[in-house]
């Protein structure tokens, strides 16, 4: 199974930007589809975007399209450029990892999850 370790949340005033990176260990390299997701208190996750690494392709959710850009650093890492952030971006962000080519956005179609990393965006 593929580990996965998030990086880059903190607090930020509205408005403002950071970078979310996801580290990816312990897989053969084969297709697999990337995304992020994010989760307020009380709440079930919710798809943010998702890469799919054997062309790049991208899908958004509505809510950050145009906001946000999620690209591959490196062959093992992900980041989640998130910019002109809002209070409502403020959550806590999961990297998940999926062998296949489809750019799911179901929590339920993901294999692997990292720990999670807290945003905040202050108004």
């Known amino acids: 199974q593929v580990q996965l370790v998030e990086s880059g949340g903190g607090l930020v005033q509205a408005g403002g930007s950071l970078r979310l990176s996801c580290a990816a260990s312990?897989?053969?390299?084969?297709?697999?589809?990337m995304g992020w997701f994010r989760q307020y208190p009380g709440k079930e996750r919710e798809f943010v975007a998702a890469?799919?690494?054997?062309?790049?392709?991208t899908y958004y959710a509505d809510s950050v399209k145009g906001r946000f850009t999620i690209s591959r650093d490196n062959a093992n890492t992900v980041i989640l450029q998130m910019s002109s952030l809002k209070p409502e971006d403020t959550a806590v962000y999961y990297c998940?990892?999926?062998?296949?080519?489809?750019?799911?956005?179901?929590?339920?179609?993901?294999?692997?999850w990292g720990q999670g990393t807290r945003v905040t965006v202050s108004s």
């Open positions: 998940a990892a999926r062998r296949g080519i489809v750019l799911f956005t179901t929590t339920d179609k993901y294999d692997s």
């Open positions: 312990g897989r053969t390299f084969s297709s697999y589809t």
């Open positions: 890469i799919r690494e054997s062309d790049d392709s």
